[in-house]
T-cell receptor, first 113, second 115 residues
Framework: ETGVTQTPRHLVMGMTNKKSLKCEQHLGHNAMYWYKQSAKKPLELMFV???????ENNSVPSRFSPECPNSSHLFLHLHTLQPEDSALYLC????????????FGQGTRLTVV | AQTVTQSQPEMSVQEAETVTLSCTYDTSESDYYLFWYKQPPSRQMILVIRQEAYKQQNATENRFSVNFQKAAKSFSLKISDSQLGDAAMYFC????????????FGQGTRLTINP
């Protein structure tokens, strides 16, 4: 039990499909994040939510649409993706205190065909 | 913007030996936090060790310790008595003390433990 659960673990989708990634944290944290991990590139922050409000959008294309219905759940809705969007998508959460660590899920491995 | 650089894409060490992973960063801020995360094949990022920039004392966590050189903007990780379970990708990360709660990661170092 990692405290941060992501589903699905693996996803293959066509460029015309619509799918969603789900993240759930059982740690009572108030901040949640989406990161993208591509091959041979550093992890890139995509979105930050603090108390359900989006506080950061790191110039992410609109084909990625986040949703945070409550502090425990975070979604990433995907539509009309490109093959270069294939990557590992990691969700994380933190309590928000300045020295707080971020807890990560095990990621969703996304392949766009 | 802050940047984090890990200049060693791959490192290897004999089991029970000591290895040091390098990390440098660039920032104009004076108050921040530095982290080392481990990512095993399970893909989950696991915090290894954390350092607050205002603390002069180097952080230690069992077999893991850091050499934090603030003036040089260097933050290396030393793993003592390496074990097979230490094999993983290691990421150095930076986080501002205030403002947005976000981590800036380096490119990672793949550590191999040779039995």
């Amino acid at each position: 039990e990692t405290g941060v659960t992501q589903t699905p673990r693996h996803l293959v989708m066509g460029m015309t499909n619509k799918k969603s990634l789900k993240c759930e944290q059982h740690l009572g944290h108030n901040a949640m994040y989406w990161y993208k991990q591509s091959a041979k590139k550093p992890l890139e922050l995509m979105f930050v939510y603090n108390f359900k409000e989006q506080t950061e959008n790191n110039s992410v294309p609109s084909r990625f649409s986040p949703e945070c219905p409550n502090s425990s759940h975070l979604f990433l809705h995907l539509h009309t993706l490109q093959p270069e969007d294939s990557a590992l998508y990691l969700c994380a959460s933190s309590q928000g205190a300045q020295a707080s660590e971020a807890f990560f899920g095990q990621g969703t491995r996304l392949t766009v065909v | 913007a802050q940047t984090v650089t890990q200049s060693q894409p791959e490192m290897s060490v004999q089991e029970a030996e000591t290895v040091t992973l390098s990390c440098t960063y660039d920032t104009s801020e004076s108050d921040y936090y530095l982290f080392w995360y481990k990512q095993p094949p399970s893909r989950q990022m696991i915090l290894v060790i954390r350092q607050e920039a205002y603390k002069q004392q180097n952080a230690t966590e069992n077999r893991f310790s850091v050499n934090f050189q603030k003036a040089a903007k260097s933050f290396s990780l030393k793993i003592s008595d390496s074990q097979l379970g230490d094999a993983a990708m290691y990421f150095c990360a930076y986080r501002s003390a205030g403002g947005a709660q976000k981590l800036v990661f380096g490119q990672g170092t793949r550590l191999t433990i040779n039995p």
